[in-house]
């Protein structure tokens, strides 16, 4: 993969068992999460600040560190929460390297597998790729 493609991932996930009652069912998420994603070309670093505004709502902010080109980017995220679903989108602006910035989006899609872990799938759309790109993904609270 280019690394122009440099992807804004995320953070939060949604359910893949519902019915599931954990005993961290309802747990707050508002905190520090880091994840990283390894690209062969590139690895990121994704440290995202979640506020959970009720019961059901999640806002908040991230950045992300590329190595090895050293590049940043940051965004804002916004999404939903419902018991152990967490479901959240990304919007952020990265730099494509000809001095114009790139709109991505991304979208999570997972479950909170305890109080201080989020596993799931993020999906990954920018404004210069012709395809998307979707993968796993795990969320420690830091």
């Known amino acids: 993969m280019p690394a122009k493609y440099i992807l804004t991932f995320c953070v939060l996930c949604g359910s ?8 961290w069912s309802g747990t707050d998420v508002s905190g520090l999460w880091t994840s990283v994603y390894d ?13 959970q505004v009720d019961e059901e709502t999640i806002v908040g902010s ?3 560190a590329v190595e090895p080109t050293g590049d940043e980017y940051s965004g804002i995220i916004f999404g939903s929460i419902n018991g152990n679903e967490v ?3 990304y ?3 990265r730099d494509n390297g000809a001095g114009d910035s790139v ?15 989020i596993e799931g799938t993020f999906y990954y759309q920018d404004a210069n790729s012709l395809e998307g790109i979707s993968g796993p993904y795990e969320a420690t609270r830091i």
């Open 103 to 117: 709109i991505a989006i991304s979208y999570t899609d997972g479950t909170l597998t305890d109080k201080d872990t």
């Open 87 to 89: 479901k959240a989108y």
């Open 62 to 64: 991230f950045s992300v």
């Open 16 to 23: 893949m068992f519902p019915a599931l009652a954990l005993p």
């Open 39 to 51: 690209f062969d070309v590139v690895v990121e670093t994704m440290t995202a600040n979640i506020q």
């Open 91 to 93: 919007l952020g602006f």
